[in-house]
């Protein structure tokens, strides 16, 4: 998308968002009335990011139960997307009068948020609630050691990994208080959306990319780099029937990007194999193996123990060499792409002997139910704090 077209879809954006906003802000208040002394989630995002609330909202949906929520947004468009999908009650605060509104009127008493947008500082500029930062999934992305985690009371890290590495980067940060250990409480709850496949044989596998990025820190995703030789190597093989799940971003900052993307849907047309764009949380459950790049996906994957491969790169990226898990999981090369089939049958159907320790070092305890209970007892224990 070229500089004038990209200003005038952002501008055109904007100015739907401004003529709907009373509007959305009605069909909000009508749709679901505000629990006294809410805790908010906070979005500032739109569409475009709807994923990365949309990965909680199962687990905020459960939490509800015992701790009233709201979620916040601070666009039109976000709230009707928000709206769409979640039962929570959903408000639109248009600006700063909204949001003072809902912190010392309407008495939100703690603040989740989902993403590092730099609008969340219109919120965070309250000294009331208190502010924790849940992120959108596990991974060692250069994303998840944002000097940004300062701003928050809490940091909420999904094991050991995570508060070793914001307290390796972070000048000055007390991850042992400031970063509590809650799991991963999505790996608690089932999904709808998987096909109705037979088992016939053939190995179904997740190929799961992340996006381009918008800045060179950021470009973990492989579409592009191996997409194609990839998925066309797992077709031809016969072995193998492919679920792809584009992520929601892909190709919105690179137009080859985006070609590649399209040329690697255009692999799996017909009924043997799936492009996936619904919901995110059933893949884990119904394929035998993922391949994925440096991304969230390949953290919930992990805690599986089924075959997982992630994507190298290349050295544009930084390097993320003191990883545990990418250290030790097998990497493929743009090079090695078409060599997919082979390296995925050599696994065997399950990662090393040690896998175990791989994942309780980035989730912890993986009983059912566990993440769910620590995620509770630590949104408690930040409200009381």
């Known amino acids: 998308m070229s500089t004038i077209a990209h200003v005038a879809r952002t501008l055109w954006v904007q100015a739907g968002n401004w003529w709907r906003a009373d509007a959305t802000a009605r069909a909000a208040v009508a749709a679901a009335p505000l629990p006294p002394a809410p805790v908010a989630v906070f979005f500032a995002g739109g569409p475009v990011e709807l994923y990365q609330l949309a990965d909680w ?5 459960d939490l509800d139960e015992v701790v009233p929520l709201v979620v916040v947004c601070t666009r039109a468009d976000g709230a009707r997307a928000a709206m769409a999908v979640t039962r929570l009650p959903v408000r639109l605060a248009k600006g700063a009068p909204d949001l ?3 912190v ?8 989740l948020y989902v993403n590092h947008l730099e609008r969340n500082f219109r919120m965070l500029r309250f000294p009331e609630p208190v502010h924790v930062y849940l992120g959108h999934g596990e991974s060692d992305k250069d994303s998840s050691i944002s000097n940004q985690n ?5 940091s909420f890290v999904a094991g050991p990994a995570g508060r070793e590495r914001l307290e390796r980067v972070l000048r000055g940060y007390d991850a042992a208080t400031r970063a509590p250990m809650v799991g ?6 089932t999904v709808p959306g998987a096909p109705a496949w037979e088992r016939d044989g053939r190995t179904r596998v997740l190929y799961a990319p992340t996006w381009e990025g918008d800045r060179p820190a950021m470009a973990y995703g492989s579409i592009a780099s191996h997409g194609e030789a990839l998925v066309r190597a797992l077709v031809e093989d016969g072995g193998f029937r492919v679920v792809y799940r584009p992520h929601p971003r892909a190709g919105a900052t690179s137009p080859a990007y985006h070609r590649a993307d399209l040329a690697v849907r255009a692999l799996l047309t017909g009924p043997d194999h799936l492009v996936d764009t619904g919901p995110y ?6 394929a035998d193996a993922c391949v994925t790049d440096v991304s969230s996906v390949a953290y919930d994957w992990a805690a599986t123990g089924k075959p997982l491969v992630v994507t190298d790169p290349g050295p544009a990226v930084p390097s993320t060499g003191d990883s545990l898990l990418l250290s030790t999981v097998p990497r493929l090369t743009a090079a090695e792409a078409g060599q997919a089939p082979a390296l995925l049958r050599s696994l065997g159907g399950r990662m090393p002997v040690g896998w175990d320790e791989v994942v ?8 059912p139910g566990a993440a769910t209970q620590r995620f509770r007892a630590a949104v408690r224990a930040a409200l009381q704090s």
Not at 104 to 111: E, K, N, P, Q
Not at 150 to 154: G, N, R
Not at 184 to 189: E, I, V
């Open 57 to 61: 909202l199962p687990v905020l949906e």
């Open 100 to 102: 003072e509104r809902l």
């Open 104 to 111: 010392r009127s309407d008495g939100v008493r703690g603040v």
């Open 150 to 154: 300062k701003a928050y009371d809490f």
């Open 184 to 189: 991963r409480p999505q790996l608690d709850h």
């Open 281 to 286: 949380g059933w893949q884990a459950g119904f």
């Open 360 to 367: 309780a070092h980035y989730f912890g305890d993986t009983t």
